[in-house]
């Protein structure tokens, strides 16, 4: 089991910036790949970026690509999304998840963390 729990969302501007964090207990953080995801209201959980357990390789949606970074410490076991350029449309609840390396689909979950950016 890997427990996830996410900070840093909150309200900010069109334009600004934030910086979410993902804290990882339980197992060897490095042995897990994690991502991104973010659900909008009344709209379908979607992935953002995701990150190998190695930091090697990234992965961005379209809708974000130039503007988010993912990132990772694997000293700190902590996965970070810096995010950019902030635009209404990325208003959702940000959610941190986590997969060992050897499944196709994210088996891990944080609470999720709410980003708001105002127009």
């Known amino acids: 089991q890997v427990q996830l729990v996410e900070s840093g969302g909150g309200l900010v501007q069109t334009g600004g910036s934030l910086r979410l964090s993902c804290a990882a207990s339980?197992?060897?953080?490095?042995?897990?790949?994690m991502g991104w995801f973010r659900q909008a209201p009344g709209k379908e959980r979607d992935v953002v970026a995701t990150i190998t357990s190695s930091g090697a390789a990234t992965f961005y949606a379209d809708s974000v690509k130039g503007r988010f970074t993912i990132s990772r410490d694997n000293a700190k076991n902590t996965v970070y999304l810096q995010m950019n350029s902030l635009k209404p449309e990325d208003t959702a609840v940000y959610y941190c998840?986590?997969?060992?390396?050897?499944?196709?689909?994210?088996?891990?979950w944080g609470q999720g963390t709410q980003v708001t950016v105002s127009s």
């Open positions: 998840t986590a997969k060992e390396r050897y499944r196709f689909t994210y088996t891990y």
């Open positions: 339980g197992r060897t953080f490095s042995n897990y790949d």
